[in-house]
Each structure stands twice: as structure tokens, then as C-alpha cells.
């Protein structure tokens, strides 16, 4: 099945109109089911059948209705059907002839006098009524409704009576209209055509029975929406059918802003429950000069009518953003509460800042609190986060939570210092309840009444996340403890992370508390809270290195704790748990002394890959920190094989090589081990002079291994990056192994070369050493290169 009204015939093309949105309609009838043109009687039958799916589809066709007058009737009986599903059918065929519908002329608009209309076109006796043709043998004269019709010359005559447009017989031409020189009437005497009567048949006469209107073509007829609009507001006065009034507010809604007027005249004119529904009706419209009716409707004394007006004001608040802003403010003093509640959250809804000396009484009233909190968190002034504050002291169960909400709110935004200092001199007890918030279900012992997270609409974990980051920014007791145990919850993470650094040096002592507890070599001690305890390294890693300053090596403002946190961590590094060990080697990389050298080398050679490759980003970090101590270290590296991969990255990190360290480097380039292979290229590249490192890449790009290759074709690229413009023969050569490199037809040894910095490109002269290389003999003097066929592109079967 297709989407109702996704076959627009005729009517495809979108119309430009104030009626509603289109409504979402379910999946439902074919298109041939609304595109195939059904006798109205059939439609008709059908919405008398017992089956609700045929009665259905009969509303749907009614969609497709050419006479909207003639369709009306069954839209009415369509909308008040019993079963749900066709009267909501029967709402889209409302909307798709309100769509269909041409662009109206405006009915205030004036009509053309009788006289405009004479010189602008020829009227047309419009019939609307049944026809009857009678053929009358002889030769009698032609009667209209019984009485001779004249054309021309006198008053037109229509059932006996004469008709006249505005105290004026209407006449239709100067006179009588001749054929061939002889008159020709119509009633009263024989037709004659050039001076004879004309008969027809044996006695014929024509009879036009039930002529009932005779207009001037000019006259726009009234459009579909204001039909509907007309039927169905006297649909609401005469049923009692709920089904039907609920969808008569939905289709007039529809129609946009040619039902304005006409809702607006029935509210004065409606009573009970109708001006309810005709409020809905106005509201639903989305037209701005429905605003008047219903802000008049704010006067009534019905409360259940003022409040649906205040819905459908805030409703508009797109629309007309001014106006109901302006309407709004003035509501929050209405003295019904649903009001002052409607309005309170359609200036939320706006995003529209409402003054505190507005806001605060609002907040005491349980049914407001909800809306003026989050109202607070807009007000953009100072005295918000005090009276916030004030009242966690004694709020209990959901509006403690709702007041935690709003404080975190207002943390997040400009007015975050004033609510840090509103928090840090709120007495004890708030400090106290928010660090219960966080333990939330599980009640601390001594502190009562934790707070509801349930009810509120949002997770009960981004509660308590709110609540530890206020009791951090409070520095409240215990607020530490809280954060370490929300550390193994992981959706608490990322908060626990942000509180320790909140709380900075003040954290430490409960850090190293779990540390001292959790690290341990046995691996049945780590199963659940590696993942917490590895987080928790990082955080007190970062706390540490944020109170000693950056790039400071140690930091001496934490006295005892940092060389409790150092043996900690010394002691996590030897983790059988990964995650644990690579946490404890970037924070030595940060934290650590040169004492701690010798065992960040030793755990270069883990059996552990991720392991291994932590312990040389932390060698490399010591080295940086302390550079004496590490140049004496690689002397005594580069004696022994084993050790070879500590000296290479030791060198590469001091950035500066000498002749000692050169010859080490190449001969380190084609050791056994791969990994110190891998390291020496990177290390010749990046420490020693350009004339040595192409000698060392020139061979390293043929390495058997690829991760020597890739890493040598990435130490080129950087290589000729940081060589000058100028042309030199370090320069040429490297462009030269760049050339082989392109050549290789390898995509990552060339993707590598490209990430490092070589400026690859598909003209000139990289595309040159593709066709030269491809050459079976070489290439002899005079003689052009050979062609690939791909311009650019590496050739094919050449290896390196």
C-alpha cells in the first residue's frame, strides 16, 4: 500500500496557501484508488457499507471530489463516522480540496457594477438547477417556467417573477436580437428567422423548468475552505458527536486564514463548549490575526475557555514572536495557575529570559517549579544562583532534583562563577546533600532524604552526574570519595574525570586511597575495575601535572602526595592488566624523574604490543624532560643489541646526532630486530644530517619487512619537507627516491611517503619517473621514455 494522496493527479503542483501542515497520514489507499473518478452515488453507498475499511477508502475518493458542494454532505458524514480511522481519512480529503482549491479572491473585495460588467464581457445565465427539454410539435411559443422569458427590451423573467440585480431590472443588451433582419423572441409569439416563423417538428415546443439564478459570471464562487468552514461551524452548532467535533477542529484548522473571520464571529456567537473548540479551531489555524480573538478570549470568565486561548497563543509563538512574547509576560500574573504555568513555559519554549523579581515567587509554587527553574536558567542574573542554592537546603525529593538540574544549567553558562561562589558559601548541609545525589540509590549512612531522580522525564544518571559536578564546585566532603566510586560506573566516566580536576590537589589523598587498594600484580584483582582504576591514574596523573605547571618536572606544591602518586604508579606499571600498564607509562612520560628510566626501557621490550608501544612514547617524553641524563643513557644503549630500540628512539628524541650516533643508526638499520630496524630509520631521518639519512632510506625502502618500509618511506617525505627550496643534491636525490617510491606501485609505501610530507601530484615531475622507469633496458641518450598508456600513474610491474 501507498501513502494516502501520494497520486496528485490533476492537482499536482503545490499550492501556495495559509492552510495548515500537511498531516501525517498512515499508509492506506493505492493511487489508483484516488486517481480513478467514482460516481458521487457510489461514494455514497459505500460510506453506508458495514465494513469500516470500504467506508475508508470511499472518504479517501472523496479527495478527488470536481464539486465540492456536491462532496460536502458525505464529508460531513465521513467525519462524523464512528470508526477513528475513517474520519481521519476523511480530514485529508478536507485538506487535499483545500489545497486543490485555486487562489480565492478576497470576499471583501467589491463586485463590478452591472454596467463594469456589460463592458467587460457578455454576461451568462448561469442555471443551477435541473433542466427539463420538452419537444412540442406545432407551432406555439417557447415559456420558461411558465411565463414568456424576453432577452432584451424589457425585464428577464425567471419563474413568473421578474429578476432584478440591486432595485434594477437586469437586461441583457439594448434590445431585441435580430437574425437575417427579423426579430427573434423567446416566449410570448413564434420564433422567426428572416420574416418567417420557424417550426419545429409537429408541434414542439421547449420547456426549462426550475430556473433559479441568473448571476454575472465576474462573481467569484465562495472556495472550498470557506464551504467547509461554513458547514462544519454549523456542524459544532447542531451535533453533540465528539468524533465529529474533533475533526471538524482539525479540518478547520486546515483552512488556514480564510477561516478566521467566520471562527472569530462564532466565538461571540457560540456558547458552552463550542467557543472551546472554536479557541482549538482558532489556534490551529497559525494565522496571526487569530491572536485578537484570542487574546479577547483571556477576558472571559469561563477558566476552562481562557486557558485554551493561552495554549493556542503559545502555540504561535513562532508566528507572531513579538506579540506573544508580549502576551505572555503579561499572563504570569493571571491569577489562574494553568495560565501563569502555559505561559511561564511558552516563553521557555522561546528561549525568552524572564526577569527574577518575576521568577522568584514562582519557584515556591510546587505546580510552577519545574518551569520557572528552567526559566531561571535564562535569566541571566546573579541573584538565581543564590536563591537556588538557599532552597537545596531544605528541598526535598523531586524538587531537590529539579533545583540540581537548574543549578547545573546555570554552572554551564555565564552566570557559572557566581553560582561556584554561591556554592562554596552555602552551609554544610547542601554540600552534604549533593554528595548524597550522587550515591542516589544507594543512601550514605547519616544523611537523610536522598533525592528523587524518578518522574522528572531524563535519566536518573545525568542527576547525579549534575550532583557531583555542583559538589566539586562546592568543594564539599567527600565530594572526592563520590567521584572515585562513580569511576567504575561508565556512564559516570567522563563527569568522575571532570569533578577530580574540579576538586584538583584536594582529590589526591582519596585517589591514592583506591590505588593503594587496587593495584596489585594479581590479575583476579583487576577483573571489573581495571577500566575505573586505569581512569583514575590518568586523572590523578593530570591532576598532579596541573598543580606542578606545565612542562614542570615534578611538582613540588604536592609534597607527599606526589611521590605516594609516583609509587603508585611505578607500581601499576608492571600491570598484567593492559589497560592498566599503559595508563602508568603515560603518566610517568608526564610525572616521572630520571630515576624512572630504566623501567619504562625494560617495558619497551613487553610481550604486550600496545604495552611496548606506550613504554617508547614515555621513553621519548623522559627524554624531552630531561635531556642530560638521557644522552648518558644512550651511550650505554647503543653497546648491546638488545637495547638497540631504547638508544634509536632515545636519539631520535634528543633530535641531534653526532658521529658516534650516526654510525650506530645505520649499522642499527639492518639489525635482526625489526622493531630497532623501525626505529633507526625514524631516528637517522629526523637526528642526522640529510646526506647520511638518504643513505640509510635509500636502502631501508627495499627492506623485506613492511613496517620498515613504511616507516622509511615516511622518514623521506618528512625529509624532503624540511630540506630548502632551493635545488642541492641532498634535495635532487631525495626527489629522485620519491620518484621510486611513486614508482613502486605500492599505495601504502606511497600513501606513507605522502603523510610524511612528500608533495605528491599527478603533473610533472612525478609522473616523469613512472614512464623513465618502466624502460625494460634503461633509457639510452636520445631516446624519449616509453609510455605507460596511464599519465601519472605508477607503472606496472616494477617493484622496488
Not at 494516502?4 to 499550492?15: E, S
Amino acid at each position: 500500500m501507498s501513502r494516502a494522496f501520494d497520486d496528485l493527479g490533476l492537482f499536482g503542483g503545490a499550492r501556495t496557501s495559509e492552510a495548515g501542515l500537511w498531516p501525517g497520514e498512515a499508509d492506506a489507499i493505492a493511487p489508483s484508488a484516488r486517481s480513478t473518478p467514482v460516481p458521487i452515488s457510489a461514494i455514497a453507498a459505500a460510506l453506508d457499507a458495514d465494513d469500516a475499511e470500504e467506508r475508508r477508502q470511499a472518504a479517501a475518493r472523496l479527495g478527488r471530489a470536481a464539486d465540492i458542494a456536491e462532496a460536502l454532505p458525505l464529508l460531513l458524514r465521513a467525519l462524523g463516522d464512528p470508526d477513528w480511522r475513517v474520519r481521519k481519512e476523511a480530514t485529508y480529503a478536507c485538506h487535499r480540496l483545500i489545497q486543490a482549491a485555486p487562489t480565492q479572491v478576497d470576499p471583501g473585495s467589491e463586485l463590478p457594477s452591472p454596467t463594469q460588467v456589460e463592458e467587460e464581457e457578455e454576461p451568462t445565465l448561469v442555471v443551477a438547477t435541473q433542466v427539463v427539454v420538452a419537444t412540442q410539435v406545432g407551432g406555439g411559443p417557447t415559456q420558461v417556467g411558465g411565463e414568456p422569458t424576453q432577452v432584451g427590451g424589457g425585464p428577464t423573467q425567471v419563474g413568473g417573477e421578474p429578476t432584478q440585480v440591486g432595485g434594477e431590472p437586469t437586461q441583457v443588451g439594448g434590445g431585441p436580437t435580430q437574425v437575417e433582419g427579423g426579430p427573434t423572441q423567446v416566449g410570448g409569439g413564434p420564433t422567426q428567422v428572416g420574416g418567417g416563423p420557424t417550426q419545429v417538428g409537429a408541434g414542439a415546443a421547449t420547456q426549462i423548468a426550475d430556473v433559479t439564478d441568473v448571476t454575472p459570471r465576474s462573481r467569484p464562487p465562495a472556495s472550498a475552505s470557506q464551504l467547509l468552514v461554513e458547514a462544519l461551524l454549523g456542524a459544532l452548532r447542531t451535533s453533540d458527536d465528539v468524533g465529529l467535533r474533533n475533526a471538524a477542529i482539525e479540518v478547520l484548522g486546515y483552512c488556514g486564514r480564510d477561516a478566521t473571520p467566520a471562527l472569530s464571529a462564532a466565538l461571540g456567537e457560540l456558547a458552552g463548549d463550542e467557543r472551546k473548540l472554536v479557541v482549538d479551531a482558532l489556534g490551529r489555524t497559525r494565522d496571526p490575526a487569530a491572536l485578537t480573538a484570542l487574546y479577547a478570549a483571556l477576558s472571559e470568565k469561563d477558566d476552562n475557555l481562557r486557558q485554551s486561548a493561552i495554549e493556542a497563543i503559545s502555540g504561535m509563538g513562532l508566528i507572531a514572536r513579538e506579540r506573544v512574547t508580549e502576551i505572555l509576560y503579561e499572563r504570569l500574573s493571571d491569577r489562574d495557575r494553568f495560565v501563569r504555568l502555559t505561559s511561564l513555559n511558552g516563553l521557555n519554549a522561546l528561549e525568552a529570559p524572564v526577569p527574577w523579581r518575576v521568577l522568584s515567587p514562582l519557584i515556591d509554587d510546587p505546580i510552577l517549579r519545574p518551569a520557572a527553574l528552567v526559566a531561571a536558567a535564562l535569566a541571566e542574573s546573579p541573584e538565581a544562583p543564590r536563591a537556588l542554592v538557599s532552597a537545596l537546603a531544605t528541598a526535598r525529593g523531586g524538587a531537590f532534583a529539579q533545583l540540581v538540574r537548574a543549578l547545573a544549567r546555570l554552572a554551564d553558562g555565564p552566570l557559572a562563577p557566581h553560582a561556584v561562589d554561591a556554592l562554596r558559601a552555602a552551609p554544610p548541609a547542601v554540600g552534604a546533600r549533593l554528595v548524597q545525589a550522587v550515591a542516589a540509590p544507594h543512601a550514605l549512612p547519616g544523611v537523610a532524604d536522598p533525592p528523587s531522580w524518578r518522574g522528572l522525564g531524563a535519566d536518573p544518571v545525568s542527576g547525579r552526574a549534575q550532583a557531583l559536578l555542583l559538589a566539586a564546585m562546592a568543594r564539599a566532603p567527600g565530594a572526592a570519595e563520590a567521584a572515585v566510586q562513580a569511576m567504575i560506573e561508565p556512564a559516570l566516566v567522563e563527569t568522575a574525570q571532570r569533578a577530580l580536576s574540579l576538586l584538583g590537589g584536594e582529590a589526591l589523598p582519596a585517589v591514592l586511597d583506591y590505588l593503594d587498594r587496587h593495584v596489585d600484580t594479581d590479575p583476579d584483582l583487576w577483573e571489573g575495575v581495571d577500566d575505573a582504576t586505569a581512569a583514575l591514574i590518568d586523572g590523578a596523573v593530570a591532576i598532579a601535572e596541573q598543580d606542578g605547571g606545565a612542562g614542570a618536572p615534578a611538582a613540588p606544591g604536592l609534597g607527599p602526595s606526589l611521590d605516594l602518586l609516583l609509587g603508585a604508579v611505578r607500581g601499576s606499571v608492571r600491570s598484567s592488566s593492559t589497560l592498566v600498564a599503559t595508563s602508568a607509562l603515560y603518566g610517568l612520560a608526564k610525572i616521572g624523574t630520571a630515576d624512572d628510566f630504566s623501567l619504562v626501557v625494560s617495558q619497551t621490550r613487553a610481550v604486550s604490543l600496545p604495552v611496548a608501544r606506550a613504554a617508547e612514547s614515555a621513553l621519548a617524553g623522559l627524554t624531552e624532560r630531561y635531556p642530560e641524563a638521557a644522552r648518558a643513557l644512550a651511550r650505554e644503549l647503543t653497546r648491546e643489541e638488545p637495547t638497540y630500540l631504547a638508544a634509536a628512539i632515545v636519539i631520535e628524541a634528543l633530535g641531534e646526532a653526532g658521529s658516534e650516533e650516526i654510525a650506530f643508526l645505520t649499522n642499527a638499520a639492518s639489525t635482526g630486530d625489526v622493531r630497532a630496524r623501525r626505529a633507526a630509520v625514524t631516528a637517522v631521518a629526523a637526528a642526522a644530517g640529510a646526506a647520511p639519512a638518504l643513505d640509510v632510506l635509500s636502502l631501508s625502502l627495499a627492506d623485506e619487512e613492511r613496517e620498515v618500509r613504511l616507516a622509511a618511506a615516511r622518514a623521506l617525505g618528512r625529509l624532503y619537507k624540511a630540506l630548502p627550496e632551493p635545488e642541492s643534491g641532498e634535495r635532487a636525490r631525495a626527489r629522485e627516491l620519491l620518484r621510486l617510491v611513486r614508482a613502486s606501485g605500492e599505495p601504502e609505501l606511497v600513501a606513507a611517503a605522502a603523510q610524511g610530507g612528500a608533495p605528491f601530484r599527478s603533473d610533472p615531475p612525478w609522473s616523469d619517473a613512472g614512464e623513465r622507469l618502466t624502460s625494460p633496458g634503461g633509457q639510452g641518450a636520445g631516446e624519449g621514455p616509453s609510455s605507460t598508456g596511464t599519465p601519472g600513474g605508477p607503472p606496472s610491474g616494477k617493484a622496488l
